[in-house]
């Protein structure tokens, strides 16, 4: 079973637009991660936010955790068309090594 | 190689078949995990290794997977008698560490007829 949603689960966007994405989970976690996957290859990380950060940035990302509420964001701005991927959120469940994967949002950024 | 490797990239097996996927991790990383990602899923998780220690094998979905990393660096999934419902995208990923960054090879998919 997979602990995140990632909402919504699908989104087109013009180049140049801001992209959000927002994750949920279940259960206390370490740390968040999000990763982006390009159609039919591996899943390439994008960035780690610890549990007791709350806004995080790398380049054009700006990653939010909200432990409160067991949810973050993921904005992409200034999005690009090889900005086009699937992005997943992964939690580790504390206590144990796994990370939990969500359902993933398919983003399209049209040129 | 710089990264995580996989092979092979693509499997077709029958029904009843069985096959080994090879996950080649970055030197020196002492995690590894498995993931199966089925078409338009998130990866789901498998098994994880510590060197040559299987920590976490509690999502092998049944007694016919398998896997193995006998000297603490490449590691093999197994799975035997294959069925139609295996077929997914095994995704090895490797760390340097238990709580960090993930880093993933490129997936072997398989194929059930």
């Known amino acids: 079973s997979q602990q995140g949603e990632e909402d919504p689960q699908a989104l087109s966007i013009q180049e140049g637009e801001n992209a959000t994405m927002n994750c949920s989970y279940k259960t206390s976690i370490n740390n968040l991660q999000w990763y982006r996957q390009n159609s039919g290859r591996g899943l390439v990380h994008l960035i780690l936010i610890r549990s007791n950060e709350r806004e995080k940035h790398s380049g054009r990302l700006r990653v939010t955790l909200d432990t409160s509420k067991k949810s973050s964001s993921l904005l992409i701005t200034a999005s690009r068309a090889a900005d086009t991927a699937s992005y997943f959120c992964a939690t580790d469940l504390s206590g144990t090594y796994k990370y939990i994967f969500g359902t993933g949002t398919r983003l399209k950024v049209l040129a | 190689g710089a990264g995580v490797s996989q092979s092979p990239r693509y499997k077709v097996a029958k029904r009843g078949q069985d096959v080994a996927l090879r996950c080649d991790p970055i030197s020196g990383h002492v995690s590894l995990f498995w993931y199966q990602q089925a078409l338009g899923q998130g990866p789901e998780f498998l098994t994880y290794?510590?060197?040559?220690?299987?920590?976490?094998k509690s999502g092998l979905p049944s007694d016919r997977f398998f896997a193995e990393r006998p000297e603490g660096s490449v590691s093999t999934l197994k799975i035997q008698r294959t069925q139609q419902e295996d077929s997914a995208v095994y995704l090895c990923?490797?760390?340097?560490?238990?709580?960090?960054?993930?880093?993933f090879g490129e997936g072997s998919r398989l194929t059930v007829l």
């Open positions: 990923a490797s760390s340097p560490n238990p709580t960090g960054e993930l880093f």
């Open positions: 290794f510590q060197n040559e220690a299987q920590l976490d």
